[in-house]
Each structure stands twice: as structure tokens, then as C-alpha cells.
């Protein structure tokens, strides 16, 4: 029983500090150096992608995120912004531009110039549907 405890203790615990990492950063195959990258933040899910990819050092590439219609067929509403993170410094958010929609789904856009260093791509997604903003910032990619 007191194994039992502990177990769930330390599970609790290591629940609370991913938390408070990322705030609402629930992420379904987020990673590091892909080029692209889902999430599920809620009843929806957001997708994003560097095209193309491999990226090169220096030389701009589109940006670009799709946030899918919900449960309820719902499409989404709301703003996307991005920030680039490396160690030496962290951008302000960029708003990015709504470009069209694929079914429901919004389509996002955006050109970058990565660093030739790891970088982080976070993404801060207002959503007006249901009043949640997520921020999303458990990917990294090394350009080439």
C-alpha cells in the first residue's frame, strides 16, 4: 500500500511540474529537429509545419498551422502568433496571417528566417470559440 502511494504521489507530482512548464501545452507527437508537428489542446487540434523542410540556416521558409474545426464541426475562431526561441534569446509574438480554410479548418502563414542554432517555434493560440489560450511550445528543430 505504501509503494501504491508513493507511486501515485510521484506521478501527481511530475503531472504538476510538466504543468507548470508549459501551462496548456498538451501535446500528441511534438518533438524536436521534424519538420512538422500536432497537437491536441482540447476537442480540436492544431498543426504545424515548415515548408520546406529540411530547413536551411538563414534562408527564409513558410511557417505554416492549421487549427481543425472541434468535436461539434465547430470551425475555429480565434488568432495564432509564433514566437522563435533559441538560448540566447526569445522573440516577441508575431501575429500570423489567416490565409484560407480547408474544410472547416483555418489556415495559417507565416515566413521565417531560422538561426544556425536549435530553435524553439512557439505558438500562442486565442481561441474566441470557448475563450482558452493555449500556448504550445514543445517543438525545436535544427535547421541544416
Same mark, same amino acid.
Given at each position: 500500500?505504501?509503494?501504491?502511494?508513493?507511486?501515485?504521489?510521484?506521478?501527481?507530482?511530475?503531472?504538476?511540474?510538466?504543468?507548470?512548464?508549459?501551462?496548456?501545452?498538451? &501535446?500528441?507527437?511534438?518533438?524536436? %529537429?521534424?519538420?512538422?508537428? /500536432? @497537437?491536441? $489542446?482540447?476537442?480540436?487540434?492544431? +498543426?504545424? #509545419?515548415?515548408?520546406?523542410?529540411?530547413?536551411?540556416?538563414?534562408?527564409?521558409?513558410?511557417?505554416?498551422?492549421?487549427?481543425?474545426?472541434?468535436?461539434?464541426?465547430?470551425?475555429?475562431?480565434?488568432?495564432? &502568433?509564433?514566437?522563435?526561441?533559441? %538560448?540566447?534569446?526569445?522573440? /516577441? @509574438?508575431? $501575429?500570423?496571417?489567416?490565409?484560407? +480554410?480547408? #474544410?472547416?479548418?483555418?489556415?495559417?502563414?507565416?515566413?521565417?528566417?531560422?538561426?544556425?542554432?536549435?530553435?524553439?517555434?512557439?505558438?500562442?493560440?486565442?481561441?474566441?470559440?470557448?475563450?482558452?489560450?493555449?500556448?504550445?511550445?514543445?517543438?525545436?528543430?535544427?535547421?541544416?
Amino acid at each position: 500500500m505504501l509503494t501504491r502511494n508513493i507511486h501515485v504521489a510521484l506521478a501527481l507530482a511530475l503531472t504538476s511540474v510538466l504543468l507548470a512548464c508549459g501551462g496548456t501545452q498538451d &501535446s500528441t507527437g511534438a518533438g524536436e %529537429s521534424t519538420g512538422s508537428v /500536432s @497537437w491536441e $489542446p482540447g476537442e480540436w487540434a492544431f +498543426d504545424a #509545419e515548415l515548408d520546406p523542410w529540411p530547413a536551411a540556416a538563414g534562408t527564409p521558409v513558410t511557417l505554416r498551422a492549421v487549427a481543425s474545426v472541434d468535436d461539434n464541426d465547430e470551425p475555429f475562431s480565434g488568432t495564432v &502568433s509564433y514566437r522563435l526561441a533559441t %538560448s540566447d534569446q526569445t522573440d /516577441s @509574438w508575431t $501575429p500570423m496571417r489567416h490565409v484560407g +480554410d480547408d #474544410e472547416g479548418d483555418r489556415i495559417y502563414e507565416s515566413t521565417v528566417t531560422l538561426p544556425s542554432q536549435r530553435v524553439g517555434i512557439h505558438f500562442l493560440v486565442a481561441r474566441s470559440n470557448d475563450g482558452t489560450i493555449h500556448e504550445l511550445t514543445d517543438w525545436a528543430v535544427v535547421p541544416q
